[in-house]
């Protein structure tokens, strides 16, 4: 069935859920100067930030898919308008997008490419590492799907055995991690896939020590880095994976369908490209990310991404988000009935808190927070059961506030 346009906005008007934002124009930013630096708890400032943004609620789940700003939305937007005149369309400078990433991300010069989300980019990896029947890759029991099923699908049609083993979730220290990972290593694992924080708990795993002592053994390591960049400050290089896999419309804010594979230097002329298109035989970056037409407006609205976090810091950004998820992780243990899941030491814990309330359903909870229009991810994969909770640069006290208002309510019964 094809929709008129008069048709869409009638539907439009109809839908309770359907947001202003699908009808109105977008509002205009405002004249005050962004803030550079703040601190924590300077809270004019970040009010003036989440003045940016279009949210139409309380987002606490910038884990699945963070709100873009409206540089973000108007790039993205304009390149958009402009392309479909079709005569005369400026390109995207992809080469200055691709520099500002690596210096965003502190990654090699020419190690970036460009792709739609983690997933993909995981698949990228997974696909071309060679790999023989037999060949063991190493995770945890806490993997998303977009990090987890690029293997299953190899172990079921090439025979590589996927294992899984369950990470400690409150380590005392990195150790407790790296040697949890150490005592399921086997002389068969070709692979450690390591998410570098747990889309579960928000755990942050030590990866560069994991990737070190995996290099030392002829371990390739694949990092899901769903979650890092734009909630923490990265430095990609030290990390020094193999592979490192993200999303930018994450964290990082930018147009939905965006996300890079960032390739150590030394394995891109031995890594097989996933898409056979016009770049598949260079050797360098490039036979990663050219899969034919796809949309430029997107890279767009990634360069006012990354200029918009820039602008504000990357270290603000981080202090602010992973105090704001402290406060949280706090504040939630003090509810009776309450069980936070997330790390108990900071040197761990990220800005996603995962938490169960006895009694009430993971599901039950989300649906509560859900009338208020706070929008929240419920954790069922894996058999597991949790709330979790996202903070970031557009959350404020009072949203965390509202939250927990409703929380507290909810255990009294
Ligand atoms: C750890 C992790 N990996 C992979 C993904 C998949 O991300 P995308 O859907 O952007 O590919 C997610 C999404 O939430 C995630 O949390």
Request: hydrophobic share 40%; aromatic share 6%.
């Amino acid at each position: 069935m094809t929709l008129s346009r008069r048709d869409l906005l009638a539907l439009a008007v109809a839908m309770p859920g359907f947001s202003w934002l699908a009808r109105a124009p977008l509002p205009t930013r405002s004249e005050a100067p962004m803030p550079s630096a703040p601190g924590p708890e300077d809270e004019p400032a970040w009010e003036r930030i989440a003045n940016e943004f279009v949210i139409d609620g309380i987002h606490l789940n910038t884990g699945t898919v963070g709100a873009s700003p409206l540089a973000v939305l108007q790039a993205t937007i304009q390149h958009m308008r402009a392309f479909e005149r079709m005569i005369g369309q400026e390109a995207v400078d992809v080469p200055a997008l691709k520099k500002e990433l690596e210096s965003f991300l502190g990654a090699w010069p020419g190690s970036i490419a460009i792709l739609r989300n983690t997933t993909e980019a995981m698949n990228v990896a997974a696909n071309g590492i060679a790999l023989e029947p037999g060949d063991e890759i190493l995770s945890t029991t806490h993997e998303h799907i977009g990090g987890r099923c690029c293997w299953e699908l190899l172990a079921k049609r090439r025979g590589v055995v996927y294992r899984t083993f369950a990470p400690p979730l409150d380590p005392r220290n990195d150790d407790d991690v790296i040697q949890a990972w150490q005592a399921n290593v086997t002389p068969r694992t070709k692979v450690l896939s390591i998410s570098h924080v747990l889309f579960s708990t928000g755990l942050l795993q030590p990866v560069q020590a994991l990737v070190r002592w995996a290099r030392g053994r002829g371990i390739i390591s694949v990092i899901d880095g769903a979650h890092p960049p734009g909630m923490l400050v990265n430095d990609l290089a030290s990390v020094d994976a193999d592979f490192y896999a993200t999303s930018t419309h994450k964290w990082l804010l930018g147009p939905k369908g965006t996300g890079l594979l960032v390739v150590r230097p030394d394995r891109m002329a031995t890594t097989w490209p996933l898409i056979g298109s016009g770049d598949w035989a260079a050797e360098d970056i490039r036979r990663f990310e050219h899969v034919g037409t796809s949309n430029d407006s997107l890279l767009a609205g990634l360069r006012a991404a990354v200029a918009f976090q820039q602008g504000i810091g990357r270290e603000a950004i981080e202090r602010r988000a992973r105090s704001l998820a402290t406060g949280l992780d706090s504040a939630l243990r003090g509810i009776p009935r309450v069980k936070v899941f997330s790390p108990s030491r900071v040197s761990h814990r990220t800005a996603m808190v995962a938490f169960q309330l006895d009694g009430v359903s993971a599901e039950k909870l989300q649906g509560i927070l859900g009338q208020a229009r706070i929008r929240t991810r419920r954790i069922a994969e894996s058999g597991l059961e949790y709330l979790r909770l996202s903070t970031h640069l557009y959350t404020l006290p009072r949203d965390l506030d509202r939250t927990l208002e409703i929380l507290r309510t909810t255990a009294r019964g």
